[in-house]
């Protein structure tokens, strides 16, 4: 391997993988004058080089023919892990049957067949470094955009909690909103954004109206259970309630509840699109309810690596825009992501 590629961030860059070096040196002679040409002897040397330095490549050649695997595997990795890369087979053999498949499967931009010609090859290769900029803008624009739809998709989740809440306990009653949210962010743990590649925006949209669905449906069910069971319990039983309903999910110390699976707690804000929610955490939800019924409230702490809640005291009131400033504290990692700046 040869012509490693600085710290520093380069131009554009091609890859060329080949097993000879006279066509290694042949290559390199024929378009390093268009741009920083970085190369590979092998297959493994390809994928390892698009490994460190994806982010600086723009244009993968790849020979057919080497030992070990063929070149055509090669483009399928670059294909399904760097597709902002475009990719080209060359070879000496009439392979038709490989290279029909490379081309219907989507692993390459361009078939050139050796000997090239040179003036060929460097048009080639202008064309590609081409192709790959507008790829990059292109995506820039996608991200800009994904970026925004993914904030819609986390403000509707957290809205529907709202609702939720609402609906089954009554307006104006945001306390168990307020615990929830809380716990959700003590949690850590980051929004999960939708697979844009697989699923357009009515895909999101529907799957996202149908796990909603789902959610309130368990949780009622939940809180029709929890009603029923605990009948002529108060807020003094709380702990115990809680812990009876969530099982696993918490450990009963005292006054206090103990979380061994502190993801469950942020499950519905953060779970990948299409993902339905567990029946444990629709449970704590419907507890959180249970308990503004009761009159009471909790309150979460970080202790260390734990996270710990307690019986705490109801807020007298809650700001008109406080809904609105929770959904702002949320967004503001996804927002950061969009502009490549990631917050803590």
Not at 32 to 41: D, K, L, N, R, S
Not at 66 to 79: D, S, T, V
Request: hydrophobic share 40%; with cysteine.
């Amino acid at each position: 391997m040869s012509n490693t590629i600085a710290n520093q961030t380069p131009p554009p860059a091609i890859l060329f993988v080949d097993d000879e070096a006279t066509a290694v040196k042949y290559f390199e002679r024929a378009i390093g004058a268009i741009a920083p040409v970085v190369t590979g002897a092998s297959v493994e040397d390809g994928k390892a080089m698009l490994d460190a330095h994806a982010s600086s490549l723009a244009v993968l050649v790849s020979d057919q023919r080497m030992p070990g695997e063929h070149g055509n595997e090669l483009l399928r990795y670059a294909r399904d892990r760097y597709p902002h890369i475009v990719r080209i087979l060359t070879t000496a053999y009439s392979e038709l049957d490989q290279t029909v498949e490379a081309v219907n499967q989507g692993q390459i931009h361009r078939y050139i067949k050796k000997p090239w010609d040179i003036t060929a090859l460097r048009m080639e290769m202008k064309q590609a470094l081409e192709l790959s900029g507008l790829r990059k803008e292109r995506d820039q624009l996608v991200r800009e955009k994904l970026g925004v739809l993914q904030t819609q998709t986390v403000a509707t989740r957290i809205g529907t909690v709202h609702t939720l809440c609402a609906s089954l306990v009554g307006p104006g009653r945001f306390q168990p909103v307020e615990t929830y949210l809380a716990g959700t962010e003590l949690a850590g743990t980051r929004n999960a954004e939708p697979d844009w590649q697989r699923m357009d925006y009515a895909d999101v949209v529907l799957a996202e109206s149908e796990c909603s669905g789902s959610f309130g449906h368990a949780v009622s069910t939940r809180l029709m259970e929890l009603r029923a069971h605990n009948a002529g319990r108060s807020v003094a039983d709380a702990v115990q309630v809680f812990s009876e309903a969530l099982g696993a999910m918490v450990r009963g110390g005292g006054d206090a509840l103990i979380w061994t699976s502190p993801t469950t707690l942020s499950e519905f804000l953060t779970r990948p699109v299409g993902q339905a929610v567990s029946a444990e955490h629709a449970a704590w939800l419907a507890c959180l309810l249970w308990l503004e019924e009761a009159g009471g409230a909790l309150q979460f702490v970080r202790e260390g690596d734990t996270i710990v809640c307690r019986p705490g005291t109801r807020a007298a009131s809650f700001a008109a825009d406080r809904l609105a400033v929770w959904i702002e504290r949320f967004l503001e990692p996804v927002f950061d992501q969009a502009n490549g700046t990631i917050r803590a």
